[in-house]
């Protein structure tokens, strides 16, 4: 992708302007989009992205510079440019010989995209059609794309790392419109993996078509969700994992801690209820948000964020862990290379706890049990819209509710949670979750858990 010698002239140079630390991410990635409506391809698109960025780091401050231009002569215009905040320091760093790590890849690839025929992706996405409209007969429209990317990328810096990774994901994307003479319904949903095309030599795909608009069928008929403040359930797998990501996970990115931040000055401190064990991790087989190397071409690791209700670490970038002096944590993440690299998560899950899944339903009174969770915001103050639920009335299933919005406040709500199941469900796939490095692979997953009460706003009543 480039030739050691010029990454060494570069990252050479750099030092000589002023930087006390120097990075190079080339990228090389292909993708595909092919997409599907009326039973009939109707677009096909292919896209090569090549580039590098340069990143430089002096003390506390940084600059970044990207371009699609990989030679020698390129590069130091750029780097020129990078370099003008700094000129005039002289921190004395040396260029470290570069050293490969070797790390088995989480996510080996049997078959990639780019040796299989189109007509093989498009006979998915007939299939996937055909299972789609065949699941509802309220479906009035159903847009279908199968998406892959193959992603090469390299990380030389001036430490010695030569970290080169090559990512593979395959994805079919779901747009169904559902309709009754009462409301128009739609979410669009990922059937996602981090493999190549085996990722659909089984019925799996079509299995997440059927469940997907069975679900919006089922929600056109359920009654409108009360507001209330009640206890809430939230469903193992992607349902738990969401709540975290948007309740606490980003305020625990260290690169948008800053003085006055929740969580800034709580590690070694109580934030979550005792039965609150999270953790972040991108070495997971299989897992979507998984790799060999973070961004910053740092072996990926296990990072327990909360033990039991403790906070016991952040996720640290290489700018964040320096600003808010905690240690990396393999955390340092980015679209690509027009974007620097910032403290994100991965495959973020709470852990299983010791309560009987059953039993958590068994014991409500009145309540919220949240299935699926169709989005929210993150902060302080969070929301979730959960897109199927059911209302729990004296330990069983009443009705499913549509509607239901989640409001909490993250240093309230974590501390109120008083079961968690005790089996782990990672999530089926994976998702993007966007921030200002651009959108990354992640997954949210967990065990079944509550809350012991939450707003939930509705426009239905009590029955």
Not at 14 to 38: H, P, W
Not at 243 to 272: P, V
């Amino acid at each position: 992708m480039l030739a050691k010698s010029i990454a060494e002239n570069i990252l050479s140079e750099a030092l000589e302007c002023g930087a006390d630390f120097a990075e190079l991410f080339v990228e090389d990635k292909e993708e595909l989009c092919i997409k599907y409506e009326n039973n009939a391809v109707c677009g096909i698109a292919q896209a090569h992205l090549a580039g590098v960025g340069i990143y430089l780091i002096s003390g506390l401050q940084s600059s970044y510079v990207y371009l699609n231009d990989l030679s020698e002569k390129a590069l130091f215009r750029a780097l020129d440019t990078a370099c003008n905040m700094f000129k005039g320091k002289k921190v004395g760093a040396i260029l470290h010989p570069f050293a490969s790590t070797n790390i088995t890849n989480p996510c080996p690839i049997i078959t990639f995209p780019s040796s299989v025929k189109h007509a093989d992706k498009i006979h998915l996405l007939k299939e996937a059609y055909k299972t789609g409209k065949g699941a509802s007969p309220f479906v009035a429209n159903l847009i279908l794309s199968y998406i892959d990317t193959d992603q090469e990328v390299l990380i030389a810096n001036t430490e010695g790392v030569w970290a080169e990774d090559r990512r593979v994901t395959s994805r079919i994307r779901l747009m169904p419109i559902l309709q009754n003479s009462l409301e128009t319904v739609g979410h669009f949903s990922d059937f996602a993996r981090a493999q190549g095309f085996e990722a659909f030599r089984d019925s799996a795909y079509l299995n997440f078509t059927y469940n997907r608009i069975r679900s919006l069928h089922d929600g056109l008929f359920a009654d409108e969700a009360p507001s209330a403040f009640v206890p809430v359930v939230f469903e193992a797998g992607s349902c738990a994992g969401t709540f975290f990501h948007e309740a606490c996970g980003h305020q625990l990115e260290a690169t948008g801690l800053r003085d006055k931040s929740l969580y800034r000055y709580k590690l070694g401190k109580k934030i979550a209820s005792d039965k609150v064990t999270l953790i972040d991790d991108g070495t997971l087989p299989g897992q979507y948000g998984s790799s060999r190397f973070d961004d910053e071409g740092m072996p990926r690791q296990r990072n327990v964020l909360i033990e039991n209700g403790v906070l016991k670490s952040f996720l640290a970038d290489r700018l964040g862990a320096l600003r808010i002096g905690v240690p990396r944590t393999a955390s340092g993440r980015r679209q690509g290379y027009g974007y620097a690299p910032r403290s994100r998560m991965s495959n973020t899950f709470l852990a299983a706890g010791t309560d009987d899944p059953e039993e958590i339903i068994r014991s409500m009174a009145e309540g919220l049990f949240v299935t699926e969770i169709g989005g929210g915001t993150g902060g302080e103050e969070f929301t979730l819209l959960a897109q199927k639920a059911f209302w729990i009335k004296n330990g069983q299933i009443d009705r499913q509710v549509k509607g239901a919005m989640l409001m909490g406040r993250s240093a309230e709500t974590l501390l109120h949670i008083d079961r968690v199941g005790n089996e782990l469900v990672y999530e089926d796939g994976g998702a993007f979750c966007g921030a200002d490095s651009g959108l990354v692979c992640t997954t949210t997953s967990g065990a079944r858990m509550r809350v012991a009460g939450m707003v939930v706003g509705g426009k239905g009543a009590k029955q």
